[in-house]
């Protein structure tokens, strides 16, 4: 199985329990593997044969700017759910991380896997 994978995209967003998590924008991290057949892009050089990252970044930047999730559980969940259902993703691990959020801890969040990677084997 393949793996086409963005890490520590930085976006900034209100997230969290606290009264004052409403009201400060704090910096989450995501670092996402989705499992995709790179051979047909490999041997065409097409973009158009591939799973663009950019185009998988852009899409989640926006939509995390945008919300204002209490937890990191929901907010880790829905975008799970773009990635794999308007990018076509049969398995992905999405890992969504808080840096700071926890004194003497570098980063805290979540890590999850949807999906099944059957689909995606060779
Ligand atoms: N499992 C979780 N635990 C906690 C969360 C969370 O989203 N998921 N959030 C907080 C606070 O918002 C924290 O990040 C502020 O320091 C605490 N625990």
Avoid: C
Avoid at 94 to 119: C, H, N
């Amino acid at each position: 199985m393949d793996i086409v994978y963005i890490r520590d995209l930085k976006v900034d967003t209100i997230i969290g329990i606290y009264d004052w998590e409403r009201e400060v924008r704090q910096t989450v991290s995501l670092d996402l593997e989705m499992a995709f057949d790179i051979r047909e892009a490999a041997r065409t050089d097409n973009i158009e044969h591939t799973l663009n990252y950019k185009a998988v970044a852009k899409r989640l930047i926006a939509f995390i700017e945008g919300s204002e999730f209490l937890l990191v559980e929901t907010m880790a969940e829905q975008a799970a759910d773009i990635v794999r259902k308007e990018f076509k993703v049969s398995w992905l691990r999405l890992r969504l991380s808080k840096p700071g959020a926890v004194r003497g801890a570098r980063d805290v969040g979540v890590i999850i896997e949807r999906g099944s990677k059957q689909s995606a084997e060779a």
